[in-house]
């Protein structure tokens, strides 16, 4: 499957973004659908995840101000983000996760999206 990221881009703090990833399969055949952001000089890490089955996860820093949702029938996941402060700045990627078995799985990236938000 390959996924396309868009909805970056330059934004003051305290405004928002809407971040989507078009899918070429269909996203219910994964366990999970999620957004990872990679700040300069971090490591990769997970904004929310939101699992075929079961609850949406999302990290402390997302939690009341960024929302995922997805869309089946347009095969497409979005993030929503409110508030943006600076350090909310990354390059934003779209993630499919399957899960064969508990060590066997696989993960598919979209080419991510930069978001930088202005103080």
């Known amino acids: 499957v390959q996924l396309q990221a868009s909805g970056g881009g330059l934004v003051q703090a305290g405004g928002s973004l809407r971040l989507s990833c078009a899918a070429s399969g269909s996203i219910s055949s994964f366990t999970a659908m999620g957004w990872y952001r990679q700040a300069p000089g971090k490591q990769r890490e997970p904004v929310a995840t939101?699992?075929?089955?079961?609850?949406?996860n999302y990290a402390d820093f997302a939690k009341d101000r960024f929302t995922i949702s997805r869309d089946l029938a347009k095969n497409s996941v979005y993030l929503q983000m409110n508030s943006l402060k600076p350090e909310d700045t990354a390059v934003y990627y779209c993630n499919a996760h399957l899960r064969y078995s508990d060590i066997l799985s696989e993960d598919y990236w979209g080419q991510g999206t930069l978001v930088t938000v202005s103080s």
């Open positions: 939101m699992p075929t089955v079961g609850s949406t």
